[in-house]
C-alpha cells in the first residue's frame, strides 16, 4: 500500500473492504493517460478538475499523459441541498486558464447521478472549447438521474458509498491509496446524510 502507521491503521478500521487497490488504480490510470495521448497527440489538452477529490487522480493522470498539457482547477458548493439535488451549484474557484477554443477534457473523480456534471459541462460548453470530453475514475450508473457520454472511464461503481484516492466522508480518507468501502456503522456514527 505505500505506507502503513498508526492513524493509518485508524483509518483502515473504518474501511469495511478495499474495492480498489492502489495496483489497479495505478494500472487503470496508466492506461487512461496512454489513450488520452493517442487522441490527443499533436494537440495541448487542458485537464480541467473539481476540487478537492481531484487532486489525486489529476497529478497521476497529468503524468501519465506524454504531450505538452495544462491543468486547472475549479471548486464549486452548493447554495442547498434541494439545490445540490437538482445539479445546481455555484463555482466559487473559477479557471484560470482561457479554454475558448481549446481541447478540453474535465477530470472527475466520482459521476453518480449526473446532475452536477451536466450543470458544470453547459457552463464550460458555453466558454467554446474546440473540443470538450470528460474523463472518470468511478462511474457509479446506479443512480443516474442525467446521462452525460463519458468517453473515458476508469472503473463502474455499483451503488457503494466509497473513500481514499481524493474520495472523503467529512474530510478524512482522501489520502488512503485505494478506493474502500466505508462500514456502515461509520456512516451511521456521523448522523448525517450521505450525499454521494
Not at 38 to 64: C, E, H, S
Not at 102 to 130: C, K, S, W
Request: hydrophobic share 40%; charged share 25%; glycine share 6%.
Amino acid at each position: 500500500m505505500g505506507w502503513l502507521t498508526d492513524q493509518e491503521s485508524e483509518l483502515r478500521a473504518d474501511i469495511q473492504q478495499v474495492y480498489l487497490t492502489s495496483a489497479q488504480i495505478e494500472q487503470r490510470v496508466q492506461e487512461l493517460g496512454r489513450q488520452i495521448a493517442a487522441d490527443y497527440a499533436d494537440k495541448t489538452p487542458v485537464l480541467v478538475g473539481v476540487l478537492k477529490g481531484v487532486f489525486p487522480l489529476m497529478a497521476d493522470l497529468a503524468r501519465n499523459i506524454c504531450l505538452p498539457l495544462e491543468v486547472d482547477f475549479i471548486a464549486i458548493s452548493s447554495y442547498s441541498k434541494e439545490a445540490r439535488d437538482q445539479g445546481l451549484v455555484r463555482i466559487v474557484k473559477d479557471l484560470d486558464v482561457p479554454i475558448t477554443g481549446r481541447d478540453v477534457i474535465f477530470v472527475e473523480d466520482v459521476v453518480d447521478t449526473g446532475l452536477t456534471l451536466h450543470y458544470l459541462m453547459n457552463a464550460l460548453r458555453a466558454r467554446q472549447p474546440a473540443s470538450l470530453e470528460v474523463c472518470v475514475l468511478l462511474n457509479k450508473s446506479a443512480r443516474r438521474l442525467m446521462d452525460y457520454p463519458l468517453r473515458y472511464k476508469g472503473f463502474d461503481l455499483p451503488d457503494y458509498f466509497v473513500v481514499g484516492y481524493g474520495l472523503d466522508y467529512h474530510e478524512r480518507y482522501r489520502n488512503l491509496p485505494y478506493v474502500g468501502i466505508l462500514k456502515p456503522e461509520v456512516l451511521m456514527k456521523s448522523g448525517k446524510k450521505v450525499v454521494r
